[in-house]
């Protein structure tokens, strides 16, 4: 279809059969390394998918880090990049990943209104600020977290103090001539209302985009106009691509983590 090659990351990326299993090798030992600080499957829903894990400092928390996992609406989970709390855990925030139910078994309209059920819970079991981040599709969840209109409980509307999407999805309207449209079954009316870029931001809620200056020339485009029509920072990583962007919230002084934290 029309846009199919505008959004084909691994086509273009060399060695990109490689990541999977090298998130899923970091994550596995992330979390054996967390032991009793590792909060696994906590329950946020009745659906299959409706839990998320939360990853605790050695001492009390600062606030807590929400990190939405990527693959399209349609693939992965949480567990697949565990490791990428630690960049959280180690500046003394705690991190949670939830789960939400993918494609084709679930529309995105369905998925947002998982992820804001599942703030509502981890919001139940941690303290302090909360900052919204996440991956491509993830990218797009988190954004949407900070869009007037979605549904957000007041204890979350309460700590929600920015979020960070990387390399987001934010005009879904090119998707429905994607072939990945197959399985998520968008129309044009809800692609027009689950796109952040077509909404305005919570005043309340600052927004920093972020994505690889490597990355497909649609990614790029879809990270500036979010940037541009929320009025807020974006920032393209020098020397990363679609699935490096994301190696920086491993780690405490990158400045993806600086941008997480900062000034809170």
């Not at 400092?57 to 567990?79: Q, S």
């Not at 990218?139 to 700590?159: C, D, F, I, T, Y």
């Not at 692609?191 to 931001?201: M, T, V, Y």
Request: aromatic fraction near 8%; proline fraction near 7%.
């Amino acid at each position: 279809m029309r846009f199919d090659d505008a959004f084909a990351n691994s086509k273009y990326l060399a060695g990109a059969k490689d990541f999977p299993p090298r998130w899923a090798a970091k994550a596995a030992g992330f979390r054996e390394g967390m032991g009793q600080n590792a909060r696994l499957g906590q329950v946020y829903g009745a659906g299959e998918r409706n839990w998320f894990d939360l990853y605790l400092p050695a001492t009390a928390a600062k606030g807590v880090i929400v990190f939405i996992h990527g693959g399209y609406w349609l693939a992965f989970g949480p567990r697949d990049f565990s490791h990428l709390a630690a960049g959280a855990v180690e500046a003394g925030w705690a991190c949670a990943t939830p789960a939400y139910t993918l494609a084709p078994q679930a529309r995105i309209s369905t998925m947002t209104a998982e992820i804001a059920a599942a703030l509502a819970a981890i919001a139940d079991k941690t303290e302090g600020p909360m900052v919204v981040t996440g991956h491509s599709a993830g990218g797009h969840l988190s954004a949407r977290m900070a869009q007037e209109g979605v549904s957000l409980s007041p204890a979350v509307l309460s700590r929600l103090k920015r979020v960070v999407p990387i390399s987001p999805l934010s005009d879904l309207r090119p998707l429905l001539e994607n072939s990945m449209n197959n399985d998520l079954r968008m129309d044009l009316p809800e692609a027009r209302a689950e796109s952040p870029a077509l909404h305005a931001r919570r005043p309340d809620v600052s927004a920093h985009v972020w994505v690889g200056a490597d990355e497909r020339p649609a990614f790029l485009m879809q990270a500036r106009v979010l940037s541009e029509e929320w009025d807020c920072p974006w920032t393209a990583d020098p020397g990363h691509h679609h699935f490096s962007v994301i190696e920086g919230l491993a780690d405490p002084a990158s400045p993806l983590c600086d941008v997480l934290l900062r000034g809170l």
